[in-house]
């Protein structure tokens, strides 16, 4: 059984920078894409960032490319999504989700992920 547990939320001004941490337990990850996913009040929930375990492949929503890193660490079956120059628009609840791989590809459809997290809040002031 795979168990996610994210971390590292809080309050940032406009500008700042936080990193979110998913903790992976249960089984070893190499066959796994671990994403980041987050949703606002009143939206639908949206694809963040997404990575390979095994190769370190990753994808970004638009929105955040250029801004957010995803990475891993192998020794710690820990995720990161480094978020530098946050903005308002990026608060959000936060969440770590992952799916056995199949194809190269990272989908960004949560509908695909079989497991998440219970979320991290962030909240970005202006």
């Known amino acids: 059984q795979v168990q996610l547990v994210e971390s590292g939320g809080g309050l940032v001004q406009a500008g700042g920078s936080l990193r979110l941490s998913c903790a992976a337990s249960?089984?070893?990850?190499?066959?796994?894409?671990l994403g980041w996913f987050r949703q606002a009040p009143g939206k639908e929930r949206e694809f963040v960032a997404a990575i390979r375990w095994s190769s370190g492949i990753t994808n970004y929503a638009g929105s955040v490319k250029g801004r957010f890193t995803i990475s891993r660490d192998n020794a710690k079956n820990t995720v990161y999504l480094q978020m530098n120059s946050l903005e308002p628009e990026d608060t959000a609840v936060y969440y770590c989700?992952?799916?056995?791989?199949?194809?190269?590809?990272?989908?960004?459809?949560?509908?695909?992920?079989?497991?998440w997290g219970q979320g991290t809040q962030v909240t970005v002031s202006s």
């Open positions: 249960g089984r070893t990850f190499s066959n796994y894409a």
């Open positions: 989700a992952g799916y056995y791989v199949l194809f190269k590809s990272l989908s960004p459809d949560p509908k695909i992920y079989d497991y």
